[in-house]
C-alpha cells in the first residue's frame, strides 16, 4: 500500500526537543514554568497589538473560560456561527446556555453581518438578546471584521473570535485573533503549529489574563489553605507541551508560507477545471494562513460530488475531508434557532477539503495530481 498523505499533520521544527530537555532537567513538568511564560511570550510578540495570552490544555477550554468571564450562564443566548466546527458552540451547552446559529456568507464562508442582525434584532424582540457572538475564523480565513465589529458594537454585545484555525491569518494587516474581547487559538496536532494538545486564550487586559489563569487552575483563592470562592477548572497548559510551542513558534512564519504555497498548488492544478473552485481570498484586506485549503463542486457544471472525490482520493490512501457539517443540521443542536438561508449547507454538500499540511512533499504532490487528473469532473 502507498504510504499516506494526511489532511494536516504535525510538523516539528526541531527545536522543540531542546525547550522540551529543559522542563525534565530542571524538573518542571507540571503546568507552570519557563516554557509556559516564554511561549505566551511570543505569542504576544506575534500578535503585536498588546494583548495577553494564557497558555491553556485547548482552543476549547479557552472557549469556555471566554464565556465565563462575559458571565454567560443558565438559559442565556450565545450567537455562534453555524459552518464550523462542533468545539466552537460545545462551551456555550457546559454553561446551560443555548446557541443561536447564523448562515455565511458566500463568498467568506464566514458569519453573514447581514444574518447577523437579523437574529440580534428578532431575539430582542424575544426579549433575549444574545450575551455573546462567536465569530470563527473558518480553515484560516478571516471573517468580515469590519462589518462584524460594527453590528456588535451598535447593540453593545461582546465579540469572541474562534482563531483556532487562524494564527498567521490577517485582516487589514492585523493579526486575527485581536479583534474580539476574547480570542481562541488551538494548537491540535492538525493545527499550523502544535503543542500536540494546547490551546489560548488571548485578552485586552492583564487582569483579564490573571482571572483566566485562576480559572484554569481551579479557582484557588489567596489563602494559606485550600480555599475556593468560584468555580474552577484544570485547564492550564503544561510546561512541556509548552516547550513544544516555544519550538513550533520558532518556526510559525515558515508554516504559513508553506501552507500559502500549497494553496498556490492546488490553484495552479484546479486552474482548468471550470467545475471545481479553489476556496481564496475575495480582496486584499484578507490574508489566510490557508490552514486547509478547500474546494466546492459546482453541480451545474458536473454530476461527479465531492464524496466522489474523496473516494478517489481514499483509493490512493491519500486522505481528504468534507467541509464542517453546519451546526444548526447537527442532531444535538437541532432545537436551536437558526438565521439565514442555505449558504452553509450547500457548502457542506459541494465542499471537500485537501491535503494541506506544511511537510507536504514534492513526491506526495505528484500523486495528488495524479488522482485530479485521473478523475473525470
Known amino acids: 500500500m502507498k504510504s499516506k498523505i494526511w489532511l494536516s499533520s504535525p510538523h516539528m521544527g526541531g527545536g522543540e526537543m531542546k525547550y522540551v530537555q529543559e522542563a525534565f532537567d530542571q524538573n518542571w513538568v507540571a503546568p507552570l514554568g ?16 498588546n494583548k495577553f495570552v494564557s ?6 477550554a479557552a472557549l469556555h473560560l471566554a464565556l465565563v468571564q462575559l458571565g454567560v450562564g443558565y438559559g442565556d443566548e450565545v450567537i455562534c456561527q453555524s459552518f464550523t466546527f462542533s468545539a466552537s458552540a460545545n462551551p456555550i451547552k457546559y454553561l446551560g446556555a443555548n446557541p443561536v446559529f447564523v448562515d455565511s456568507d458566500e463568498s467568506n464562508w464566514n458569519m453573514s453581518p447581514v444574518y447577523l442582525e437579523q437574529a440580534i434584532q428578532d431575539r430582542i424582540k424575544k426579549n433575549k ?8 475564523h473558518l480553515y484560516g480565513m478571516p471573517a468580515m471584521m469590519d462589518e462584524l465589529l460594527e453590528v456588535c458594537n451598535k447593540y453593545d454585545i461582546p465579540l469572541v473570535e474562534d482563531s483556532a484555525e487562524a494564527l498567521g491569518s490577517t485582516y487589514k494587516g492585523r493579526q486575527c485573533g485581536t479583534f474580539g474581547e476574547f480570542a481562541l487559538l488551538s494548537f491540535n496536532g492538525n493545527k499550523i503549529i502544535t503543542t500536540s494538545g494546547g490551546g489560548a486564550l488571548v485578552t485586552n487586559t492583564k487582569e483579564q489574563k490573571d482571572k483566566t489563569i485562576f480559572l484554569s ?38 508554516r504559513v508560507q508553506k501552507r500559502r504555497q500549497n494553496h498556490d498548488f492546488y490553484k495552479e492544478l484546479f486552474s482548468n477545471i471550470e467545475a471545481a473552485n479553489v476556496f481564496s481570498e475575495i480582496s486584499s484586506d484578507f490574508y489566510s494562513n490557508h490552514w486547509l485549503t478547500s474546494i466546492t463542486i459546482n453541480p451545474t457544471l458536473t454530476e461527479k460530488t465531492n464524496l466522489e472525490l474523496m473516494t478517489a482520493f481514499a483509493e490512493e490512501n491519500i486522505e481528504t475531508r468534507p467541509l464542517w457539517k453546519p451546526m444548526h443540521l447537527q442532531p444535538v443542536f437541532n432545537d ?8 452553509a449547507e450547500d457548502l457542506f454538500k459541494r465542499g471537500l477539503c485537501l491535503p494541506s499540511g ?8 505528484k500523486r495528488i495530481n495524479e488522482v485530479i487528473s485521473k478523475y473525470q469532473f
Not at 494559606?224 to 497548559?237: F, K, M
Not at 436551536?336 to 449558504?343: F, M, R
Not at 506544511?358 to 506526495?364: A, E, Q
Request: some cysteine; aromatic content about 8%.
Open 34 to 49: 519557563k516554557n509556559v511564560d516564554e511561549f505566551e511570550t511570543a505569542i504576544e510578540n506575534f500578535l503585536n497589538e
Open 129 to 136: 438578546k444574545p450575551k455573546a457572538v462567536i465569530v470563527v
Open 336 to 343: 436551536c434557532p437558526y438565521y439565514g438561508e442555505t449558504v
Open 217 to 254: 487552575t481551579q479557582a484557588r483563592d489567596n489563602a494559606p489553605h485550600y480555599q475556593h470562592s468560584e468555580i474552577g477548572y484544570n485547564y492550564r497548559l503544561s510546561n512541556i507541551c509548552a516547550g513544544i510551542g516555544r519550538g513550533q513558534m520558532e518556526v510559525l512564519e515558515q
Open 55 to 60: 497558555a491553556l490544555s485547548s482552543g476549547t
Open 358 to 365: 506544511s511537510n507536504l512533499t514534492n513526491d506526495d504532490k
